[in-house]
């Protein structure tokens, strides 16, 4: 099964750039990434995937390696209520959906 | 509106006893999920179901036992043998096919033993 590793934690000025890494060496080539980010156990609430391109909505950019091994979630002007543990996810070919253990984002004033 | 729906929002066992906590869909969604998440932990997986009647073990299904008779709903049962079952449970489902689907999470049931 494909594995994701992310950081412990992470800490960020309000207003600034937030960037997420994650990284998931084994993954497939028609594996989807997903992200995630959960407050206070809670329901997880969906922020962006993507398979090879890189992708954009309104809340964040992902920013998928060449190779695909890693990625990076992007939010691009972080406010304190973006405050949260972020997980990155990968969906394996036998509809597995493997989770990272989740950065714990702090944006701090 | 389509979701999913995890019920109840707080359960209490008392040692020795089953309980089950219902997950229900109505988006269609062939693949369903259970995970167990501890307080400061991530979230580890139980059980999944791809298909009706059908389900594989996740990473801790010990103690654990689900169901799939329906295309919407995928109970949980915590048994007994379940030795430290204090925890939030989150349901979730999504299409089956290989990706590129949304995720849908339910709000998560919380269980403890008194």
């Known amino acids: 099964d494909a594995k994701t590793t992310q950081p412990p934690s992470m800490d960020c000025a309000e207003g600034r750039a937030a960037n997420l890494p994650c990284n998931h060496s084994?993954?497939?080539?028609?594996?989807?990434v997903y992200w995630y980010r959960q407050i206070h156990s809670q329901g997880p609430q969906y922020i962006i995937h993507g398979l090879k391109n890189n992708e954009t909505n309104e809340m964040a950019s992902l920013i998928i390696t060449e190779d695909r091994k890693s990625s990076t979630l992007i939010l691009p002007h972080a406010t304190l209520r973006d405050t949260a543990v972020y997980y990155c996810?990968?969906?394996?070919?036998?509809?597995?959906?493997?989770f990272g253990q989740g950065t714990e984002l702090s944006v701090k004033p | 509106d389509g979701g999913i729906t995890q019920s109840p929002k707080y359960l209490f066992r008392k040692e020795g006893q089953n309980v089950t906590l219902s997950c229900e869909q109505n988006l269609n969604h062939d693949a369903m999920y259970w995970y167990r998440q501890d307080p400061g932990q991530g979230l580890r997986l139980i059980y999944y179901s791809q298909i009706v009647n059908d389900f594989q073990k996740g990473d801790i299904a010990e103690g654990y036992s689900v169901s799939r008779e329906k295309k919407e709903s995928f109970p949980l049962t915590v048994t007994s043998a379940q030795k430290n079952p204090t925890a939030f449970y989150l349901c979730?489902?999504?299409?089956?096919?290989?990706?590129?689907?949304?995720?849908?999470f339910g709000e998560g049931s919380w269980l403890t033993v008194v």
């Open positions: 996810i990968v969906k394996n070919q036998g509809g597995k959906l493997i």
């Open positions: 979730a489902s999504t299409s089956a096919d290989r990706g590129g689907n949304t995720i849908y």
């Open positions: 084994t993954i497939s080539g028609n594996e989807y």
